[in-house]
């Protein structure tokens, strides 16, 4: 097993509590965002674990792209990845000018590979 993506969810903030949990506000269901005002941007927060069978600390960079390949935003940090637990990774809150209606996708590089940790749909209510 390479590293992989096993779990990535969208939402509006994540707040890690002093014991190490994580809450997560605003989950958005099926990865789709409801914009009611296309002129305002979206508010939005990632959380990903990340399985691998390495134990090594490696650099990384977060990019938040949109449907144009577009790189709207992006982040380097060092991630710490163990063959006996799954990396929580959070990201956010990050305000995303959305490209209406449409996609963006959240991944990162690492080792020269681009690894996708998933897509969020934005669609605008009429």
């Known amino acids: 097993m390479a590293t992989t993506v096993s779990?990535?969810?969208?939402?509006?903030?994540?707040?890690q509590e002093m014991?190490?949990?994580f809450t997560l506000l605003?989950?958005?269901?099926?990865?789709?965002v409801l914009?009611?005002?296309?002129d305002l941007p979206v508010l939005l927060s990632f959380y990903i674990e990340i399985l691998s069978d390495e134990n090594r600390t490696v650099p990384i960079e977060l990019q938040i792209?949109?449907?144009f390949n577009v790189?709207?935003?992006k982040s380097s940090l060092n991630l710490t990845l163990s063959s006996n637990f799954t990396a929580p990774l959070t990201w956010g809150p990050l305000t995303i000018k959305s490209q209406l209606p449409g996609y963006i996708n959240c991944g990162f590089w690492m080792?020269?590979?681009w690894i996708h940790a998933m897509?969020?749909?934005?669609q605008v209510k009429k």
């Open 19 to 21: 014991g190490g949990k």
């Open 119 to 122: 897509t969020i749909n934005i």
């Open 26 to 32: 605003g989950v958005y269901p099926n990865n789709s």
């Open 111 to 113: 080792d020269g590979l």
């Open 35 to 38: 914009v009611t005002d296309p």
């Open 71 to 73: 790189v709207l935003n």
């Open 7 to 15: 779990k990535s969810i969208g939402c509006d903030f994540i707040r």
């Open 65 to 67: 792209r949109n449907q």
